[in-house]
């Protein structure tokens, strides 16, 4: 892939960490980042914004990566995975997770299927890699998450997978209201038992679980347009005491999707906004910030930096 060039030409908004400075991609929109750390190196996967300033809806095909060493050079690998690459799927490449299990790539995706009406038609589905940076394959041939009965509101979209200590997987996902949280087989591809509802306060997408010390976070989008809030538990099964708000709300982005990761001894908390010149709600662009904790473990507000 191509190496990206630094552009440091906007405003900042607070003090840069010793990064890139944000936005990070400047030569495309990209939206819904997810961290995964491997190897020695921070890929960041993102969804793709393709929507004319004019459009009134996500428009979405594909997803790619974005991987660094320095946090300060980045690479840009992809398209690695579009909707063509589901057969049963018909449109809107919603945000994804990608993560790493006994030296195999998952990347769970929102996708709008071919035959579900109920649930805006969105379901869940995951493709594998050796790699990180693919080639990705539909690992199933069909939705992992499909819920083609229930007439609910809730969108079967924003998946996001934990390995607990023990291996145990679970996947958290959700919209409009209500997180779902299920267990995963070993071999990622299967449900585990039944789904359940996580509580989370003002909960309206994008969860997240990562775990520092003792205690898990659970991060997700509050309200529409979205702050981020938190929650923290002594079990990623909950329950779950609410924690506030992390990042307050975005110009111009309704949406800010974020996932944190530890990488090289710091914390980074990845997300989008609409800071790049033309941008919107549905032309975002990737940032990464430093995600800092107080001494009692709870997460200090998101200091926003430009370059
Ligand atoms: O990018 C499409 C949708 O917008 C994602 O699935 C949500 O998390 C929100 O960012």
Same mark, same amino acid.
């Given at each position: 892939?191509?190496?990206?060039?630094?552009? *440091?030409t906007l405003e900042g908004v607070g003090p840069a960490y010793e990064g890139r400075g944000n936005p990070i991609v400047t030569d495309m929109f990209t939206a819904d980042p997810s961290p995964l750390v491997h190897d020695e190196t921070l890929y960041v996967y993102t969804g793709h914004d393709i929507q004319n300033e004019t459009d009134t809806f996500f428009k979405? +095909?594909?997803? &790619?990566?974005?991987?660094t060493? +320095?946090?300060?050079? &980045?690479?840009k690998h992809? *398209?690695?995975?579009?909707? +063509?690459?589901?057969?049963?799927? %018909?449109? !809107? #490449?919603? #945000?994804?997770?990608?993560?790493?299990? !006994?030296? %195999?790539? &998952?990347?769970y995706v929102s996708i709008r299927h071919k035959d579900i009406q109920v649930h805006e038609?969105? #379901?869940?589905?995951?493709?594998?890699? !050796?790699?990180?940076?693919?080639?990705?394959r539909d690992a199933i041939g069909e939705a992992l998450i499909t819920d083609k009965t229930e007439n609910s509101i809730v969108l079967n979209i924003d998946p996001a997978v934990y390995v607990d200590d023990d291996g145990q997987a679970y996947m958290y996902w959700g919209s409009w209201g209500e997180?779902?949280?299920? %267990?995963? /087989?070993d071999n990622m591809l299967e449900l585990d038992g039944s789904v359940e509802t996580v509580q989370a306060h003002r909960f309206f997408e994008a969860p997240f679980i990562h775990k520092r010390d003792d205690l898990y976070y659970l991060t997700y989008a509050s309200g529409y347009?979205?702050?981020t809030e938190y929650s923290t538990s002594k079990s990623v099964t909950g329950p779950w005491e609410y924690q506030g708000v992390l990042n307050e709300l975005l110009p111009k982005s309704e949406t800010n999707h974020q996932g944190i990761v530890e990488f /090289? +001894?710091?914390w980074y908390f990845v997300y989008h906004d609409a800071s790049l010149p033309g941008g919107g709600v549905y032309r975002r662009s990737l940032c990464i910030d430093k995600l800092e904790y107080t001494d009692d473990g709870l997460l200090k507000p998101i200091v926003r930096t430009r370059s």
């Open positions: 892939g191509a190496i990206l060039p630094i552009v *440091p979405m +095909d594909d997803w &790619y990566a974005f991987s060493t +320095d946090m300060l050079n &980045y690479e992809g *398209p690695l995975l579009s909707v +063509d690459d589901f057969a049963w799927a %018909k449109g !809107d #490449a919603f #945000a994804s997770h990608c993560i790493e299990r !006994d030296g %195999k790539f &998952y990347w038609g969105f #379901a869940i589905g995951v493709a594998v890699s !050796d790699s990180p940076t693919g080639p990705f997180c779902r949280m299920v %267990k995963l /087989k347009p979205s702050t /090289k +001894d710091n």
